[in-house]
């Protein structure tokens, strides 16, 4: 079993910056690729930010320049978000596709945290 736990999230100001953690565990060779979505009120859940196995690294246009992706290969990720805006308010996932064998991958996903940005 693979379990994914994000942390971080919160009440912050316009402008102000969360670092967001998701934290594998479990049965983990290595994690290839993380995605961090988002899903605010009444809205479809929106792709941010994905690191892939081989490293690159692509970004939503509303948050790019803003916020930053990183993977540690065994341990889970973060995302670095800065400048943030009232319309990033939402509730953030994270998503790894995790080798639990030499040869095979589960795609696991978090639970949630919540992220408020408001004065």
């Known amino acids: 079993q693979v379990q994914l736990v994000e942390s971080g999230g919160g009440l912050v100001q316009p402008g102000g910056s969360l670092r967001l953690s998701c934290a594998a565990s479990g049965s983990i060779v290595s994690i290839n690729s993380m995605r961090w979505y988002r899903q605010a009120p009444g809205k479809q859940r929106e792709l941010v930010a994905t690191v892939t196995g081989g490293g690159s690294i692509d970004y939503a246009d509303s948050v790019k320049g803003r916020f930053t992706i990183s993977r540690d290969n065994a341990k889970g990720g973060y995302l670095q978000m800065n400048s943030l805006k009232p319309e990033d308010t939402a509730a953030y996932y994270c998503?790894?596709?995790?080798?639990?064998?030499?040869?095979?991958?589960?795609?696991?996903w978090g639970q949630g945290t919540q992220v408020t940005v408001s004065s």
């Open positions: 998503n790894a596709v995790v080798y639990v064998t030499a040869h095979n991958t589960v795609n696991a």
